[in-house]
């Protein structure tokens, strides 16, 4: 038989196979959109969590400033626990608090920016002096001579009821 236009009608299997292959054709996209959904709503996830979790930050207590002598750095240690999933860990560190000459209190951190090493204050130099490759900084934490990129990383520091507080960030 021929249709109107001149060609051959469809057969009625033809028929029944284009609509079998637009179902199955219908049904692997719907598929698809399932596979991509389950593998990329995790991945999208595990990259945008951080963006939304609360950092955490912490007044820590370091000292009293009345044991702080004017224009002399005063060494204090401290400590924290830190919380990393189910895991806590003991933080241990050290820093130096120091009045200026203005009266300014500035809390100065002991971990060298050369190579991470610990500095220690030089009464006899009057400079703080890193062991692993003789970096030299000033009483203000600025670089004097050594291998040091930049100068001490300071704490941001605060003063209440008479004890020193520094900030720890990530805590």
Not at 106 to 117: A, D, F, K, M, R
Not at 125 to 153: E, I, R, W
């Amino acid at each position: 038989m021929r249709d109107s236009s001149g060609g051959e009608e469809p057969q009625c299997s033809e028929i029944q196979d284009l609509g079998k292959r637009r179902l199955l054709s219908f049904f692997s996209g719907v598929l698809s959109l399932i596979i991509a959904a389950a593998v990329g709503i995790p991945l999208v996830g595990l990259f945008l969590a951080p963006v939304f979790v609360k950092r955490r930050v912490l007044w820590l207590p370091l000292g009293k400033v009345s044991d702080v002598p004017k224009e002399q750095p005063c060494k204090f240690t401290y400590s924290y626990i830190k919380q990393d999933g189910w895991f806590e860990k003991t933080v241990y560190g050290t820093a130096y608090a120091i009045h200026s000459k203005s009266g300014e209190l500035t809390v100065l951190s002991n971990i060298c920016t050369h190579l991470g090493c610990g500095v220690r204050w030089d009464p006899e130099k009057s400079a703080f002096v890193c062991p692993c490759h003789n970096g030299v900084y000033s009483y203000d934490g600025s670089v004097m001579s050594g291998p040091p990129p930049k100068p001490l990383p300071r704490f941001a520091c605060k003063v209440s009821s008479g004890q020193i507080e520094i900030l720890i960030e990530g805590a």
